[in-house]
């Protein structure tokens, strides 16, 4: 028997254990530092075995919907679906459903309530499909993000603007109201009144018209005249 061959053969053995130990390690690192830069992102992330019909998602998505993380993550469909508002749901489904339909991606909005504390909150959903070797879509990713504080903002943004706008529209309307009121007392005093204003040296500033119809001098020559 040649030890030798075998020795050799245990040597290449253990150095290719050791590869793939060195391999799975950095792949775990590297799985944590990905998971740690997801997890400043505030996005959760899901991942669907359409043939299986198996849901998996992140520790985000747990908490977004608020709920205990399972131990492998796995959860039903309809655990997803009993926390969608009941008015969004229809769509939600129908929209997710066109997406594996035509291997394509979407992006969607809807209505939550979380399970722990019952809030209702807004998420951004964005999804794409993966075709198996039939052509078929065989996986869906994803992503969920929590857009509550975002839309409450622009609504704010929103009712202001409507607030500002109106208050704007209200003053022009008073401004015009007030102009036309100076406008008809000027008026009713160029029919029935003889005005000049001077300024502090005697200088005439102003006439109006019944002045210089009286005077039968222009407006221009009068104020020139001083």
């Not at 400043?40 to 992330?45: K, M, N, Q, Y």
């Not at 655990?79 to 991606?105: C, I, M």
């Not at 000027?186 to 029935?192: G, I, V």
């Amino acid at each position: 028997r040649d030890w030798s061959s075998d020795v050799c053969s245990s040597d290449l053995v253990r150095r290719r254990t050791a590869e793939l130990e060195t391999s799975i390690l950095e792949n775990h690192e590297a799985q944590q530092r990905l998971e740690l830069a997801i997890e400043g992102t505030g996005v959760g992330f899901w991942e669907w075995n359409v043939r299986e019909n198996v849901i998996r998602w992140d520790a985000k998505m747990f908490r977004l919907y608020g709920l205990e993380p399972t131990p492998d993550g796995i959860v039903p469909f309809e655990v997803w679906r009993s926390a969608v508002h009941p008015d969004d749901v229809a769509a939600q489904e129908e929209q997710l459903q066109r997406t594996v339909a035509t291997v394509g991606h979407g992006a969607r909005e809807f209505r939550i309530h979380r399970r722990d504390d019952g809030e209702e909150c807004i998420l951004a959903a964005s999804e794409l499909a993966r075709a198996g070797v039939d052509g078929r879509t065989e996986w869906v990713v994803g992503t969920n993000r929590d857009i509550t504080e975002q839309r409450r903002q622009e609504d704010e943004l929103r009712r202001f603007s409507a607030e500002l706008e109106q208050c704007v529209s209200e003053r022009t309307s008073q401004f015009a109201a007030a102009s036309k009121r100076v406008q008809d007392i000027q008026r009713a005093l160029d029919e029935h009144a003889i005005v000049d204003i001077s300024d502090e040296q005697g200088r005439i500033v102003y006439v109006n018209d019944r002045m210089c119809e009286i005077s039968k001098y222009s407006r221009e020559e009068l104020i020139r005249s001083e």
